[in-house]
């Protein structure tokens, strides 16, 4: 699929993760594109670059949305942004590994609702469990899977 990118939320993206992308891209000659409230420090490359967009809630969401393609990857945490990725003809991964698709998101989504509705009554539901380094290795899997299935360049 020529032209295919890969997109990624990147201000709670863990670096571990962005680490990975910066490799993927260099070796597979594709481009990634971070999208952050905040300036990012990448490596120097002519396949990875930033958007700085404003401070906002969703800013950073709705313009890759807005700049992705079908069958480009986005990279994300967020379930919101991955129901809408996905509404778009895009793939959606989270740093762990796990991909979002058509049949899991309405339960992400309603298990998101859920959580937050059990916060805003005071109910400590805890955060999710540490980054580790079976999550990293969950996530670089997927991400080949991925790249050698929809990448021609690996084909």
Same mark, same amino acid.
């Given at each position: ?22 490799r993927v891209a260099d070796r597979l000659e594709l481009s990634v594109t ?18 700085? &967009? ?34 778009k003809g895009g793939y959606a991964l989270n740093p762990r590994g796990e ?23 005071? &109910? ?32």
């Amino acid at each position: 699929m020529p032209g295919m990118q890969i997109w990624v939320d990147a201000d709670a993206c863990p670096v571990v993760i962005k680490e990975i992308l910066y490799r993927v891209a260099d070796r597979l000659e594709l481009s990634v594109t971070l999208v952050a409230n905040q300036g990012l420090r990448v490596p120097p490359s002519r396949f990875i670059r930033t958007v700085q &967009v404003p401070s906002g809630a969703d800013v950073a969401d709705q313009e890759i949305v807005r700049l992705l393609n079908p069958g480009d990857l986005v990279v994300t945490g967020d379930i919101p942004l991955a129901s809408d990725v996905l509404k778009k003809g895009g793939y959606a991964l989270n740093p762990r590994g796990e991909f979002y698709t058509k049949d899991n998101i309405a339960q992400q989504l309603t298990m998101r609702a859920f959580m937050e509705e059990l916060r805003s009554g005071g &109910v400590d539901t805890g955060g999710p469990a540490a980054f580790n380094q079976s999550d990293r290795q969950s996530f670089a899997n997927s991400l080949d899977r991925h790249l050698s299935k929809h990448h021609r360049k690996l084909a």
